[in-house]
Structure formats: C-alpha cells, structure tokens
C-alpha cells in the first residue's frame, strides 16, 4: 500500500519562502511516473501546480507558479520537494503531493494535504 505524506507547510507572510516535501511509504518514488504537485486554495477546484517525471526529469508548472516554485527529486532521500519563494496570498491553500503510475498518466496516489498559508 502505497502512501504519501507531505510537510513542510505553515503560514508566512508575503514574500517569504516554504519549502515542501513529500515523502512515500509502501513504495519509493522511482517506481512512479510522474510525481506532481497540487493545491487548493478556499472556496475553489483543486489545481495543477508542478510535475516531475522521475525518469527522465521532465518538469511541468502551472503559469501561475512559473519563475517563483521549483519541484525536485532526491532518489537518496526518497522524497519530492516543492521549494516556493515570492509567496503571494493567491498561494494560499492545502499542497497535495501526488504521483502516478509508471506510463500512466492519471493520478494514482494522493497525499492528505499540508496547509500553506500567506499573509498579506
């Protein structure tokens, strides 16, 4: 059974930084396709923030993030990172790390959520 946990998060004030990490159990990221990240801020959708593919290093943002977040991966630590500088208050919401499985492009496994709160 495979699970995913993310950290990390915490309230900030306006163009302060967090870094994320997401860590899984059951199984080790290598073994996934894509790892990515979510959020959602009050009162709307979920929405795509970032994507690795572990394999190859591929890397996918959301414009919304483009220039400001950074996604990565450490296979020696077994865990995927979103490092997030400039934070704006529309960063506001619950992180989820999530990842797919190999070849696959839906979104297979999902963590419960950590939550990123910034100030204005």
């Known amino acids: 059974q495979v699970q995913l946990i993310e950290s990390g998060g915490g309230l900030v004030q306006t163009g302060a930084s967090l870094r994320l990490s997401c860590s899984a159990s059951?199984?080790?990221?290598?073994?996934?396709?894509?790892v990515g990240w979510f959020r959602q801020a009050p009162g709307k959708e979920r929405e795509f923030v970032a994507g690795y593919v572990w394999s190859d290093g591929h890397i996918t943002y959301s414009d919304s993030v483009v220039g400001r977040f950074t996604i990565s991966g450490d296979s020696e630590k077994n865990a995927v990172y979103l490092q997030m500088n400039s934070l704006k208050s529309e960063d506001t919401g619950v992180y989820y790390c999530?990842?797919?499985?190999?070849?696959?492009?839906?979104?297979?496994?999902w963590g419960q959520g950590t939550q990123v709160t910034v100030s204005s």
């Open positions: 999530a990842a797919t499985r190999p070849r696959r492009s839906s979104w297979s496994f």
């Open positions: 059951g199984g080790t990221f290598p073994d996934f396709g894509t």
